[in-house]
């Protein structure tokens, strides 16, 4: 029954298109003035929505006459009845307006749909309104009395906001977690997993050769251990990134991600050690009174233009720190070489801001968090990722092109020569 009436409306569709492409009927709009003087005093805004309102039902009555002829006049071979009136609506900005849309009916058989009335609803968009605004920091408990402009509007209630931004959030997480990425041309590819309220979350951002910053993938983990990842990759894979394309690969340092990288990328993968986990690593085994000193010394050395440089810097406070505190040498010696490698490509100090460290991940999240703020209680299913998902869409049509863009095209023949010369020491430590 259900298809049979979707196929009646898109019949419906189809014949009003017909009709305007043959005939072209004129539809006029008589408007009394007193009424739009009355309506201009509460504003110009509620005039014009006023006066669309009563043009679609205008733009109905003149389908209705053309399909069944004029009301109240006898047809000798009339296949359409007219069968009364019925409430029905449209959408502007969120918000519920109701219309009276005519009823036609064959002589023998069903009630027809209006093709005009189902344009109408096609081009209501409430679940894409409602979400914008919601991502704009407006709550579903205050969306009714901000929203409102019309006297008559209904169905913004807090209940159906709700069903509209679940329905609609869900449809972005879909969006978001299948596109094609086949399209975009990757130098990089940030891995990092973050906490967020409770739930541990692995995100893949994507840096193109134009500079500008996608969002690839999400994931609701346990841990970053090397399944998760490997099933992360994975689905990347499916949707069209090619691992075998030379391209640099921003890790936090964690073991199950660089491991998944190699499986699925090998030698086309060249790594770099987010310098700022492994920052906080190394400070984080130290006492108060040494933090600050060491936490300089190794900005100044990630700071330092040649590589040469910064590893005199970070040998040198490698040996102080192993006499000093055995266990922030050894953090600092763990893959250290690893977090030079934007060094070794000789990237430039300004693009060497988003391509030493998986902050562009962290400050999609600080968009997440002003986005759910007005979240007062979280529960179970997809709530999570729907949020969070719909956030970092929307984080990303902030997203402007970094800083440094014009550097990447020779950073991206860099990351081709250095895995070519892959017999250099140097580079293999960054490549399998």
């Known amino acids: 029954m259900n298809k049979t009436y979707q196929i009646s409306k898109a019949a419906a569709v189809k014949r009003f298109q017909q009709l305007v492409a043959e005939r072209n009927p004129a539809v006029q709009l008589v408007f009394p003035l007193a009424e739009m003087l009355q309506l201009l005093r509460t504003g110009l805004g509620q005039l014009v929505?006023?006066?669309?309102?009563?043009?679609?039902?205008?733009v109905m009555k003149?389908?209705?006459?053309?399909?069944?002829?004029?009301?109240?006049?006898?047809?000798?071979?009339?296949?359409?009845n007219r069968w009364g009136t019925a409430k029905g609506f449209c959408v502007v900005n969120g918000q519920k307006v109701p219309l009276t849309r005519p009823r036609l009916r064959r002589r023998k058989g069903p009630e027809i749909a209006l093709g005009s009335?189902?344009?109408?609803?096609?081009a209501s968009l409430m679940g894409e309104t409602v979400w914008q605004r919601m991502m704009h920091g407006l709550s579903t408990r205050s969306y009714s009395e901000i929203v409102r402009e019309f006297t008559d509007s209904y169905g913004i209630e807090k209940s159906t906001v709700d069903e509209h931004f679940i329905e609609f959030s869900r449809q972005k997480l879909d969006q978001l977690l299948q596109r094609r990425l086949d399209s975009f041309r990757l130098c990089a590819v940030f891995l990092d997993g973050t906490c967020y309220r409770d739930q541990n979350l692995l995100v893949a951002l994507g840096l193109t050769c134009e500079g500008y910053k996608v969002t690839l993938g999400l994931r609701q983990v346990s841990a970053e251990n090397a399944t998760v990842v490997r099933e992360l990759l994975r689905d990347l894979q499916d949707r069209g990134v090619d691992f075998s394309v030379p391209r640099l690969y921003v890790l936090d340092g964690s073991k199950g991600?660089?491991?998944?990288?190699?499986?699925?990328?090998?030698?086309?993968?060249?790594?770099?050690?987010?310098q700022v986990h492994k920052i906080r690593n190394v400070t984080a085994h130290l006492s108060d009174e040494y933090r600050p000193s060491v936490k300089s010394t190794l900005h100044a050395a990630y700071s330092s233009i040649e590589y040469s440089e910064a590893r005199r810097v970070l040998d040198r406070l490698h040996r102080e720190l192993m006499n000093r505190n055995t266990s922030a040498g050894r953090s600092l010696a763990e893959g250290l070489e690893e977090t030079l490698v934007v060094h070794r490509l000789r990237v430039g100090t300004v693009l060497r801001e988003t391509l030493g460290s998986t902050n562009p991940i962290e400050s999609a999240f600080s968009v997440v968090e002003q986005v759910c703020r007005n979240v007062k209680r979280w529960q179970g299913g997809d709530q999570y990722l729907r949020w969070v998902g719909s956030a970092l869409l929307y984080a990303e049509s902030r997203f402007n092109r970094i800083r440094g863009y014009r550097q990447i095209p020779h950073v991206a023949k860099e990351i081709e020569l250095a895995i070519?010369?892959?017999?250099?020491?140097?580079?293999?430590a960054g490549v399998a």
């Open 257 to 274: 991600l660089t491991a998944g990288v190699r499986q699925f990328a090998g030698r086309a993968a060249l790594i770099q050690r987010c």
């Open 420 to 428: 070519l010369k892959v017999e250099t020491p140097a580079i293999r």
């Open 62 to 80: 003149s389908e209705a006459v053309q399909i069944a002829g004029p009301a109240g006049q006898r047809q000798r071979d009339r296949e359409m």
């Open 117 to 122: 009335y189902e344009m109408i609803q096609r």
């Open 49 to 58: 929505i006023e006066l669309g309102r009563q043009f679609l039902q205008e």
